[in-house]
């Protein structure tokens, strides 16, 4: 079955990634379908922060990950779509006045910039419920009720205090500061790794790996590449093409945001996300010929321009 | 089993609430005792915002509808507290700025006075996780895994767009418009009815009443008492004593918000709070004796002159 459905790392994989993002289009619009007479606005900020934009990479990992371990992929909407809810709210409430206060997100205006700042909050609010509610309720064939919990489990970890909350709240924490890279590992860790391993971690348990040696290896693969993705970001706000970006660079210094950059150099921030893309691969190992496509994705993780 | 633990409405019903709010706090507490050292800011903001204040009706509502039903009160705890840490979120968002713009919550500055704001957006969605996080990881003796996902389904529903975030969508594009009385009973059933109706329903499935009869009076009842909680608390607003109410009176009408006496009059909205703790009463029938305390809890939102 994974024979037929991976197709490896190679000339195929953009066509793999654009698959997945294309899916999990459909599945977000479908689920935010339904009219609300009471709250037409929210209904509306909601649709407008959600589709039509962004990488999708969360998901992404959902899809590639499971079916990668044999997963049909109508059972991978589910878990795609709420890690990508969860993701959406997190960006909604980091651009508001309070936290990040940006202008423009996915080069359109930010939810509280399109709409209002009482709305963008109720959006994020009302997603990160939607996120959960979906686990709990949403199409998932034939998984036992266990292992949703222990998927909600996972989302609800990845999303609180010790995940991206707390990981938001030391970077509110660090503007204007001189963090150590051991600190800003950990923020990195908290607001971006923690979502992706997670999302990870959903695709394998929906494939029925719910434990062993193969679960903790994805954990680990989850991990790396999840910090790899976050330093490249900040490489990217620092040394990327503005054209192939899509936005300006230089923000996170406009915003006095320590990154990896900052504290370590340039040099060593790329020889650091060299170095997680190439523990991440190592983490691989137990996968053995199934793991092909998350090494062509790790290698998607640490060499995008955009 | 009920007749030990029930001692029904009348002179120790208050001795009652006041056992469930102890008992809630201590649970609180010990939730969230863990040092954080990554961001000891927000973990203090969670504190203030949650402990040692607040009415906690949601958590007693999960323990007097359980206890009525015979759970133990071990298996109370987790639903209990995650009904508060979600109406605490609440309370902390509608409080911002962009929401109510209140300074004071519980006598006491609200969460983004007494920190900042930016701290309050990620207190209340670090509470929001949390409070799933509760009801799929926390004790609960015994549960079957597929009745904590019905809880966690019902919690996200009141928690989301059909509940809660959508009711205060309502609320903000109220202000300083006429509604009728219908879409004001639409606001408050979403905003504060749907976690109360959600608190009566979490108690009943701790308890193993997961559906039929029995859960349909209990939701019937848990909705109407939710809907009479917040018209009283309309009244209160308007003829309510400051002295006892801890706070000033005349808000909503200084906030142009659109309430059921002030689209109804004072004379209809305590007529239709009456009506709704009879229909609340009525609708407990099927639970015989087992519905004393319940019946009492019914008179104590009714009657509450705080």
Sequence with gaps: ??????????????????????RIEGVLEALLALPDPGSERLRAAIRYSVLGAGKRLRPTLVYLT????????????????????????????????????????RGRPTCHRAFDEGTAVLVGDALQALGFAVLAD?????????TRLEMIRLLARATGTAGMAGGQAVDLAAVGQTLTVAEIENMHRRKTGALIECSVLLGALAAGVTGGRELAALRRFGAEIGLAFQIQDDILDVAGDPALLGKATGADAAHLK????????LTAARQRAAELHDAAIAALEP???????????ADFVVNRAS
């Design 287 to 297: 996968l053995g010929g199934r793991a092909a496509t998350l090494a062509g994705l």
């Design 258 to 265: 320590p990154t990896y950059p900052s504290a370590a150099g």
């Design 138 to 146: 949403g199409p998932m064939s034939g998984t036992p009720a266990e």
């Design 66 to 105: 499971g079916e990668s371990l044999g997963a049909p992929l109508e059972r991978l909407d589910t878990p795609a779509a709420s890690v990508e809810l969860i993701h959406v709210y997190s960006l909604v409430h980091d651009d508001l006045p309070a936290m990040d206060d940006d202008d423009l997100r």
């Design 1 to 22: 079955m994974t024979e037929r459905r991976v197709r490896g790392a190679g000339a195929n994989f953009a066509a793999q990634i654009a698959a997945c993002k294309a």
